[in-house]
């Protein structure tokens, strides 16, 4: 294919067989559902590495801004499949830990991994981008918590408003996916204005190329993801594991491979600006978007989904919007504080499980 290298064609030729393997372990008789999980998330993997090569390639023409909202839309259809099929199948506690789940991994596990990879190919051991986007991704993170938490406190409480949470929960979405598409439109049109930092390369990738490789990868995921959540619940009585601890870190770290990978990688290659354009575009249109779009489209699924979360999530998520702000809000992270993201996401994942 136009622009790869020979390696780049064996290695996708090597998904297309890992994701083909998927497909029949899913559907063939006989076949261990541990083999079946093994093999969706190797797939999922798979995808996640063409998703960072194709990725990158986009960027190099379109900028940090419209390739991270690009690349985060694609990326996120596998949680939004996987939280659909549960919710169908009545898992409400696996759709919703792997919704809060993709936040926490995306917002402490990857960044932090991308904040320490990054750092270390910097001469002075920081890693420096532009502090607007993490900003406004705490805020996106924040408000989507502010909702969380009164749902959670009229609950707790028994007040009346505990009796109406399913119309709260509606009305909700709508308000936060507003703010949502307000802050699109004026991030895209600010970065858009303005200069994209960090180093540039020539794309050797044809942009053409680089948008169907991009999209394929999403759209197979998609399906993947379906296999996937087939063969999780089987797994997870078989190997003893909670529904929590699969929702919130097997479910999120699978579904969230390609940005595991591709900020990693671009992190890695000096690509600061777009590795943190990737990861935060993701927080932010997962908790300010998936979730309540979420919320509407389960009105249509035999399993509603609302705000209405157990209190540790909500403690999470509030935590979690405070120490991505303390970290990155001024523009500039070092190897220590990419460090302590991750160990937020260890805690948080010993406490998932034992719930």
Same mark, same amino acid.
């Given at each position: 294919?136009?622009?790869?290298?020979?390696?780049?064609?064996?290695?996708?030729?090597?998904?297309?067989?890992?994701?083909?393997?998927?497909?029949?372990?899913?559907?063939? !008789?006989?076949?261990?559902?541990?083999?079946?999980?093994?093999?969706?998330?190797?797939?999922?993997?798979?995808? &996640?590495?063409?998703?960072?090569?194709?990725?990158?390639?986009?960027?190099?023409?379109?900028?940090?801004?419209?390739?991270?909202?690009?690349?985060?839309?694609?990326?996120?259809?596998?949680?939004?499949?996987?939280?659909?099929?549960?919710?169908?199948?009545?898992?409400?506690?696996?759709?919703?830990?792997?919704?809060?789940?993709?936040?926490?991994?995306?917002?402490?596990?990857?960044?932090?991994?991308?904040?320490?990879?990054?750092?270390?190919?910097?001469?002075?051991?920081?890693?420096?981008?532009?502090?607007?986007?993490?900003?406004?991704? &705490?805020?996106?993170?924040?408000?989507?918590?502010?909702?969380?938490?009164?749902?959670?406190?009229?609950?707790?409480?028994?007040?009346?408003?505990?009796?109406?949470?399913?119309?709260?929960?509606?009305? !909700?979405?709508?308000?936060?996916?507003?703010?949502?598409?307000?802050?699109?439109?004026?991030?895209?049109?600010?970065?858009?204005?303005?200069?994209?930092?960090?180093?540039?390369? &020539?794309?050797?990738?044809?942009?053409?190329?680089?948008?169907?490789?991009?999209?394929?990868?999403?759209?197979?995921?998609?399906?993947?993801?379906?296999?996937?959540?087939?063969?999780?619940?089987?797994?997870?009585?078989?190997?003893?594991?909670?529904?929590?601890?699969?929702?919130?870190?097997?479910?999120?770290?699978?579904?969230?491979?390609?940005?595991?990978?591709?900020?990693?990688?671009?992190?890695?290659?000096?690509?600061?600006?777009?590795?943190? &354009?990737?990861?935060?575009?993701?927080?932010?249109?997962?908790?300010?978007?998936?979730?309540?779009?979420?919320?509407?489209?389960?009105?249509?699924?035999?399993?509603?989904?609302?705000?209405?979360?157990?209190?540790?999530?909500?403690?999470?998520?509030?935590?979690?919007?405070?120490?991505?702000?303390?970290?990155?809000?001024?523009?500039?992270?070092?190897?220590?504080?990419?460090?302590?993201?991750?160990?937020?996401?260890?805690?948080?994942?010993?406490?998932?499980?034992?719930?």
């Amino acid at each position: 294919m136009t622009g790869l290298t020979r390696t780049e064609r064996a290695l996708l030729a090597l998904v297309v067989l890992l994701t083909a393997a998927a497909g029949v372990t899913r559907y063939a !008789s006989g076949v261990s559902a541990v083999v079946a999980f093994v093999v969706a998330t190797l797939a999922l993997a798979g995808g &996640a590495w063409v998703v960072s090569v194709s990725v990158e390639q986009v960027g190099e023409r379109l900028g940090p801004a419209t390739t991270g909202v690009m690349q985060a839309t694609v990326a996120n259809l596998p949680e939004f499949f996987v939280v659909i099929f549960a919710l169908n199948a009545g898992q409400l506690i696996v759709a919703q830990t792997a919704l809060v789940g993709s936040v926490l991994v995306n917002a402490l596990l990857v960044l932090g991994l991308v904040i320490v990879a990054g750092a270390r190919q910097t001469r002075d051991g920081i890693m420096r981008f532009s502090p607007r986007l993490p900003n406004d991704t &705490a805020t996106l993170l924040l408000i989507a918590s502010f909702i969380i938490a009164l749902v959670g406190l009229a609950n707790s409480s028994h007040d009346a408003a505990s009796h109406h949470i399913k119309t709260i929960s509606i009305i !909700s979405a709508c308000a936060i996916l507003v703010v949502y598409g307000a802050w699109l439109s004026q991030y895209l049109r600010s970065q858009a204005s303005g200069a994209s930092p960090g180093p540039a390369a &020539a794309p050797r990738v044809p942009l053409a190329v680089a948008i169907g490789l991009l999209v394929c990868a999403g759209v197979a995921s998609a399906f993947v993801s379906d296999w996937f959540i087939h063969a999780l619940t089987p797994t997870v009585h078989k190997l003893h594991i909670s529904k929590a601890f699969a929702g919130l870190v097997i479910v999120a770290i699978a579904g969230n491979a390609v940005e595991n990978v591709a900020g990693i990688v671009l992190a890695h290659r000096g690509r600061s600006e777009l590795a943190i &354009a990737v990861v935060k575009n993701s927080v932010g249109q997962i908790a300010a978007f998936l979730f309540p779009l979420l919320v509407l489209v389960s009105l249509l699924t035999s399993t509603t989904l609302t705000f209405a979360l157990a209190p540790v999530y909500t403690g999470a998520l509030i935590g979690t919007a405070v120490i991505v702000w303390q970290v990155t809000g001024d523009g500039e992270a070092t190897v220590f504080e990419g460090v302590a993201l991750v160990a937020a996401f260890v805690i948080l994942a010993a406490v998932a499980a034992f719930e």
